[in-house]
């Protein structure tokens, strides 16, 4: 699969990853729309793109908010084109841990990391249905698979995006329509700011090239590096008091980079 002349619609296109993955495909002669809360973010994108003759479109919203991102979406349709590829790239994360029991944070982070993909594929899926051809793409993590002290909401979230797209791929499999998952490790952007250090870290940019480079092959799942992978998984039949010890509970911030 090529990317040129192709319709992606990217959530979350304001920073990090969501923004390389925008410049990138741009590059690569796709027609381009970006939504993501912050309008100024996106203009500064947008202006980017066109200086190198890219094609652009914008349309701010939250994704947390259903009616105004299904109304996003439609706008870039409308000046673009259909979507081919859906990549559903905005999420957050914040620190949950046990002892204050951050309840509000625990329901925004499901909003936007889990919810906010279901309402993004739900923009564009019917029309990919009806033409019997698309791509959608979900931003998880390799936090997926391992609940973590301090950040048991995230990876919750995670875990069930993984789900939800792997029951939309078996489902959409025989309609013309791919789903990937994406699990990335450590990328430096916002969201990660203010974490302990943090093994494989990559920058957005070489993150998009790997991205974009699997999405060619439009496989069910990509997780990469591979190397922190293969450890994930393992950490997952890892014992309690293992990761007790190894990973602190304390942890940063973070942010939306939708």
Known sequence: MTFTGRTTVITGASSGI?????????????????TARRADRLADLAREIRATGGTVETAPADVADRPALLAAVRTLEARLGPADLLIANAGMSYHTGAAEMNVPRVEEIMRVNF???????????????????????????????????????YCASKAALNAYLEG???ELRSKGVAVTTVCPG???????????????????????????RALRRRPGVFSFPWPLAVLMKLAKWAPDWLVAKKVPTKRGEGEKKN
């Open 18 to 34: 969501g923004r390389a993955l925008a410049v990138a495909l741009a590059a690569r002669g796709a027609r381009v729309g970006v």
């Open 115 to 153: 919810l906010g993909v279901v309402y993004a594929v739900e923009a564009v899926l019917p029309g990919m249905i009806e033409r019997g051809h698309g791509h959608v793409v979900g931003m998880s993590s390799l936090a997926a698979f391992k609940g973590f002290p301090g950040a048991a909401a």
């Open 168 to 170: 939309l791929r078996i």
């Open 186 to 212: 450590f990328v430096n952007t916002p969201i990660v700011a203010n974490n302990p250090a943090m093994p494989f870290l990559m920058e957005p940019d070489e993150a998009a090239r790997r991205i974009l």
